[in-house]
């Protein structure tokens, strides 16, 4: 069985009270391996580690610094197949996904951070010919950096990635569900030689090891991905220590299908982004409204694309869902949808756990569903599902299909399909949420603004948005006379 163990100060070490969690294969639901069960000790040891790293790692040049990022990205590329395998086992989702998705952006993570260092700009005002005011971007210390078990790489990088570049040390605590990327991330960071103390990563549970780390007096900095209610807890720990926090956080998405939409774009990108990772991705479409006239036709033929859906095993290559993350997760979902048919609202394909074949019949695969209902209020509209399991709704016209997309708490992603541009254009500005996608899903320049409106996030990370982040501003206003000229 393999255990994996934390990575502190550049070296792999037990936890200290010895404690040890399983960790389930969510393709047969068996245990495959162990996680350290960390405690506030551990944090204490890699937060300690990560400042005592701080003063060197700041202090080197930009180019340097790069250059760990650049060689950590090719390290990860090549083994890109051993990181596609450990995050389909950990995670559940088909390799093919992990290998042309998951593990590529973790890889693009470190690149794109490395060259966006080197062209940060500061600002100069000059007030008058003698009063030069001008900024300085200085790093924080350590960063405290929290991820979700859905893009477990992906997400993890996200943080990791800007957070060193910008000077701060770092001390990440992955989701406990997939720590399998993350720990062969850490023997990468070793491989190359990143400096000790640098990048710290300790697994374990989010109430005991990342409650540590929230609370640390030493970590003035908070990046948190995750569900909506554990960034509330977080919150309640980190304000009264005057922590900067970020939080990205669940998503309710709709989709607007107008009529006059290009409907096989709009089916094939909708099925996609409704069911891609097992519908596990913030980002993906969970409601969608479609024109009252076009209803029928549009509901009919997404129905039967996704009744081809394969779910499957995650190592095949024709599979394209995989099981859910846990049986715990698969609960979840299940109550979800028992609720929603209990409060009559039809079930039009899904709504079952599936085994595709004997061997697997201990995994957690789930079907993937649509579920049709006229009103926009019950749970199943309201609440973070995070699975394969969407709605299909009417909508009258263009008002009330913009008053039901925005009546929830969440405001994180939403689509919208027309080939009106006025229609796109109002509805974009219309729609409370921090990436709106005109006619196309999940592209996204790495340079803009990311994160959610309403009780989606606070805080924008991407580009420039996340070294501002990982960095506090400072003014100097110099007064420069003339008398030793
Ligand atoms: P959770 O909020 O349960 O957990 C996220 C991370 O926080 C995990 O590492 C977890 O540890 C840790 N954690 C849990 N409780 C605490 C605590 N009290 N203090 C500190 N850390 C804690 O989310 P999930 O992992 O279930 O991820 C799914 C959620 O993430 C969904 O809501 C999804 O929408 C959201 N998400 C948002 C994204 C965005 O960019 N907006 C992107 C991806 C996901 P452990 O797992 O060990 O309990």
Redesign the pocket.
């Known amino acids: 069985m393999d255990r994996i163990l934390n990575y502190i100060d550049g070296a792999f070490v037990p936890p200290l009270a010895g404690q040890y969690l399983d960790n389930h294969e969510p393709r047969t639901g068996a245990v495959y391996g162990q996680l350290p069960d960390s405690t506030a000790a551990d944090v204490d040891r890699a937060v300690a580690a990560a400042k005592a790293a701080f003063p060197a790692w700041q202090a080197l040049k930009r180019q340097e610094r790069a250059q760990y990022l650049y060689k950590i990205a090719d390290a990860i590329e090549k083994k890109l197949d051993l990181f596609a395998k450990a995050e389909s086992r950990d995670q559940g989702k088909p390799i093919h996904l992990a290998r042309s998705m998951d593990i590529p952006r973790a890889v693009e993570n470190f690149r794109f951070f490395a060259g966006a260092i080197l062209h940060q700009q500061e600002k100069a005002f000059q007030t008058s010919p003698e009063v030069l005011n001008y900024t300085r971007r200085e790093p924080m210390g350590v960063a405290g950096l ?6 477990p790489l992906y ?1 993890l990088t996200w943080k990791i990635a800007p957070a060193l570049a910008a000077g701060n040390t770092a001390v990440a ?5 997939t720590p399998a990327t993350a720990f062969l991330l850490a023997e990468v960071l070793d491989e190359v030689g990143l400096p000790k103390g640098v990048c710290n990563l300790v697994f ?4 005991k ?3 540590a ?2 609370a640390h007096p030493d970590v003035p900095l908070i990046s ?8 509330a ?2 919150g309640r ?1 980190a304000a009264p220590l005057y922590k900067k926090i970020s939080f ?4 309710k998405n709709p989709a607007l299908i107008f009529a006059d939409c290009d409907l096989d774009a709009a089916l094939a990108t909708t099925v996609r982004s409704s069911f891609l990772n097992q519908g ?4 993906c479409t969970s409601r969608l409204f479609v024109e009252e006239s076009l209803l029928p036709k549009f509901t009919e033929l997404f129905v039967e694309r996704v009744r081809q859906l394969k779910v499957g095993d995650p190592e095949s290559q024709d599979s394209f869902m995989g099981p859910l993350v846990s049986a715990e ?1 698969q609960d979840k979902v299940a109550g979800f949808v028992q609720r929603a048919r209990t409060q009559g609202h039809r079930v039009l394909c899904g709504g079952e756990r599936v085994t595709p074949q004997k061997s697997l019949e201990k995994g957690y695969y789930f079907a993937p569903t649509v579920i049709s209902t006229d009103d926009a209020s019950p749970e199943i509209m309201q609440q ?1 599902v ?1 699975g394969p399991v969407v709605t299909i709704t009417p909508f009258r016209d263009y008002a009330d299909a913009v008053c039901k997309a925005n009546s929830t708490r969440y405001g ?1 992603a939403a689509t919208i399909w027309t080939r009106n541009l006025e229609r796109a254009h109002h509805a974009a500005a219309d729609i409370k949420a921090g990436q709106i996608w005109v006619n196309t899903w999940m592209l996204r320049d790495l340079r803009v603004p ?3 409106m309403k009780d ?2 606070i805080g924008r990370e991407g580009g420039d948005y996340s070294l501002e982040f990982y960095t506090e501003e400072k003014n100097i206003c110099l007064q420069l006379g003339r008398n030793q000229l």
């Open positions: 929290i991820s979700p078990w859905n893009l997400l605590k992955p989701s406990e569900l374990g549970l989010g109430e090891a990342g409650d780390l929230v948190f991905t995750g569900g909506t209610e554990t960034a807890v977080i720990r990205e956080l669940g998503g596990e991705i913030c980002l997760h973070e995070f994180l990311f994160g959610g989606s996030g």
